[in-house]
């Protein structure tokens, strides 16, 4: 197809040069098997043990609507949710995710990008969503003092895979490596913050288990350090 002109693979991508089709699937087909080990029908990532983070170019991300915000120190407090989505086992099915997860904060919250610094996938890997040191709009109260991480799926009634649960771990301490998070941060659930059901009770059950969950945070008693910011603000973060 030399003669061809713009191109359109799905809905994103154009491409406005020649495209040359070759019969790869055999390729392809060992490739996939490589990158990846099956267990029990779940798609484990090879690398075991290594953090694995798919940055915003590669799952397509639109750019921020504004300019980004920068939280004036590291995160105290690291708040984990739930997108009470689909949850996906592949790559492929949790960058469509992460998509609308983006697509619904911008023009439905008319937030100014997706509103988590993180998302953590099924499939074992991380998705960037603002990134480190980004103030988010995850969590009311806790925005400009903490960093949202939220799995893709709901998990009232089950928790994400072992490996999904390792990737957070993995994150947050390569966080406090770098500075971004506090190396005394507390560590709490979504519906500690707010009323919700965010993270679903069985993820909420399994990070009471981890270092630095904060029991003392609740709903009832936020933090001191808590923003006091009206609720018609937060759409502006």
């Not at 983006?102 to 988590?116: C, M, N, V």
């Not at 949202?148 to 390569?174: E, R, W, Y």
């Not at 971004?180 to 659930?189: M, P, Q, V």
Request: charged share 20%; proline share 5%.
């Amino acid at each position: 197809m030399k003669k061809c002109k713009k191109v359109h693979l799905g809905n994103v991508t154009k491409i406005y040069g020649p495209v040359h089709v070759t019969q790869t699937m055999s390729s392809v087909t060992t490739q996939s098997v490589t990158n990846q080990i099956f267990l029990e029908g779940m798609a484990v990532p090879v690398r075991a043990g290594k953090l694995s983070i798919i940055d915003r170019r590669s799952w397509l991300a639109q750019p921020p609507v504004e300019e980004k915000q920068y939280l004036a120190a590291p995160a105290k407090f690291v708040i984990i949710s739930h997108t009470a989505t689909e949850d996906g086992t592949t790559q492929a099915e949790n960058v469509y995710l992460v998509r609308l997860v983006q697509t619904f904060h911008i023009e439905s919250r008319k937030w100014s990008d997706i509103g988590y610094n993180f998302l953590i996938g099924c499939d074992g890997n991380v998705y960037e969503g603002r990134g480190w040191g980004v103030v988010g709009a995850h969590t009311f109260g806790y925005n400009t003092i903490g960093m949202g991480i939220s799995f893709v799926g709901c998990f009232m009634n089950k928790t994400p895979p072992q490996f999904a649960l390792d990737q957070a771990k993995l994150l947050i301490q390569h966080g406090v490596e770098i500075g971004a998070i506090a190396k005394d941060y507390s560590l709490i659930g979504h519906c500690q913050c707010t009323g919700t059901e965010s993270p679903g009770r069985s993820l909420f059950e399994e990070i009471k288990k981890w270092d630095h969950w904060d029991e003392m945070i609740t709903t009832e008693k936020p933090s001191a350090l808590s923003s006091k910011v009206p609720p018609s603000n937060l759409n502006k973060q």
